[in-house]
């Protein structure tokens, strides 16, 4: 019955997606600013190559957003300020498809879930364009929070049914409502491109518990609210959940600025990192990883910013 049950549910979002409409979705370069940006088609990409914001010899970041998130948000302009001369620096926008709409937060099971889906299929066939027209996707970074996550979870996917692979997709704290459970939507995994890289701050709450990477970083142990966002309430939307929940992007932020500032140290799960038990090996939160690394880490962080702790968050508190 869980089969089924779950088979049902994947086929559901599945039709939802096919009856969802056209896509608006579109791609913005930026040049200098927050402010100074070049948007593409995602149907006609290949202008962008030869663009004055693309550099061919520098690596390609993407960054999108999740549900009812927009190409003003908060987060997208901390990540494309951190990145700013230093990458190609790109946003996959699709606000229109995100958002909320008339029908409220269920919008996120009824529209954006199998909106996520289909662009996520649509950017693939972009990136194979790009790719066909001279982007190298062993220089390309996917960064997707919440539903962006799982939408590029749905890239990575489909890049690899087209023949090709995207080097590395970072995961801030992919969304877990309808993601985790045993009646589940299948999300994002380590198989959708060489090297998937996951950080957890809200795992229950608006983040999925799964460990869904080739690496996993659990911050303050994998705790559901994380320091400083012990506000009170009970249901889903809470400010613990929404304020844990963006830390995520905000602690990747602050590691691109800061590449020491996050150690995290290997362990099997929680409570033998607690112990002290974990091994010796340790990752930074951030661009400066070591892919050879597979498996669940865990760090400490500050409860305000500057949130790294640097060496010393890689151990539990007593050590």
């Keep these: 019955m869980a089969l089924l049950g779950k088979s049902f549910v994947i086929y559901f979002f599945i039709l939802l997606g096919y009856i969802a409409?056209?896509?608006c979705a579109d791609l913005r370069c930026y040049l200098g600013s927050f402010e100074d940006y070049q948007q593409y088609s995602l149907t006609d990409p290949s202008p962008l190559l030869f663009s004055s914001c693309f550099q061919s010899q520098r690596e390609t970041v993407i960054y999108t957003f999740g549900f009812n998130g927009v190409p003003t948000g908060p987060s997208v302009e901390r990540i494309i300020n951190a990145y700013l001369n230093k990458t190609n620096i790109l946003l996959l926008n699709w606000e229109e498809e995100?958002?909320?709409?008339?029908?409220g937060p269920i919008s996120y099971a009824v529209t954006a879930i199998p909106n996520a889906k289909r662009v996520g299929v649509q950017f693939a066939n972009t990136l194979i364009t790009l790719s066909n027209n001279g982007l190298d996707l062993s220089n390309v970074h996917l960064v997707g929070f919440s539903l962006g996550a799982q939408l590029f979870g749905y890239t990575g996917d489909e890049v690899k049914k087209?023949?090709?692979?995207i080097k590395r997709i970072t995961c801030l704290d992919a969304s877990g409502p309808l993601y985790d459970g045993i009646?589940?939507?299948p999300g994002v995994d380590a198989s959708?491109?060489?090297?998937?890289?996951?950080?957890h701050t809200n795992p229950g709450g608006l983040g999925t518990t799964e460990a869904v990477a080739t690496v996993?970083?659990?911050?303050n142990c994998g705790n559901r609210v994380q320091p400083g966002c012990?506000?009170?309430g009970i249901v889903l939307l809470t400010k613990q959940n929404l304020c844990s929940h963006d830390l995520s992007w905000k602690y990747f932020a602050e590691a691109i600025d800061r590449p020491a500032a996050f150690q995290a140290r290997y362990a099997s799960d929680c409570d033998e990192w607690m112990q002290g038990k974990g091994t010796n090996q340790t990752i930074h939160l951030g661009d400066h990883i070591d892919t050879e690394a597979r498996g669940n880490y865990y760090l400490r962080t500050n409860s305000l910013s500057l949130y790294g702790l640097g060496e010393q968050g890689s151990q539990p508190e007593f050590v």
């Design 21 to 23: 409409g056209a896509s």
């Design 98 to 103: 995100a958002a909320i709409g008339i029908l």
């Design 162 to 165: 087209q023949g090709k692979i």
């Design 183 to 185: 009646i589940s939507l």
């Design 192 to 199: 959708a491109a060489e090297y998937v890289y996951s950080i």
């Design 216 to 219: 996993d970083i659990w911050v």
């Design 230 to 232: 012990e506000a009170s």
